[in-house]
């Protein structure tokens, strides 16, 4: 259901609505796709968005690892440890 519902709001570039669905389906699995989705396109804006928005569902060692391997400008500080 939510994966029908990311595919419109893709397509649509409707990130609003994307986000929104992330947020509501509460499934790990759905938010870290559209937070990688945002990575592969380069929206940095929407990624940082994501991360507020689904901070309790995207795992830090997903956020690290998008941030370092991918060349988004964020300068996100990994040396303390996250709870």
Request: hydrophobic share 50%.
């Amino acid at each position: 259901m939510y994966e029908e519902s990311l595919a419109l709001s893709k397509a649509d570039r409707l990130w609003r609505d994307a986000l929104e669905t992330a947020a509501s389906s509460k499934d790990i699995a759905v938010a870290e796709e559209l937070a990688g989705y945002f990575v592969s396109i380069g929206n940095k804006d929407a990624f940082a968005a994501i991360l507020y928005v689904c901070f309790e569902l995207v795992r830090p060692d997903f956020v690290e690892e998008m941030v370092s391997h991918h060349p988004l400008g964020l300068d996100l500080a990994f040396g303390t440890e996250w709870s």
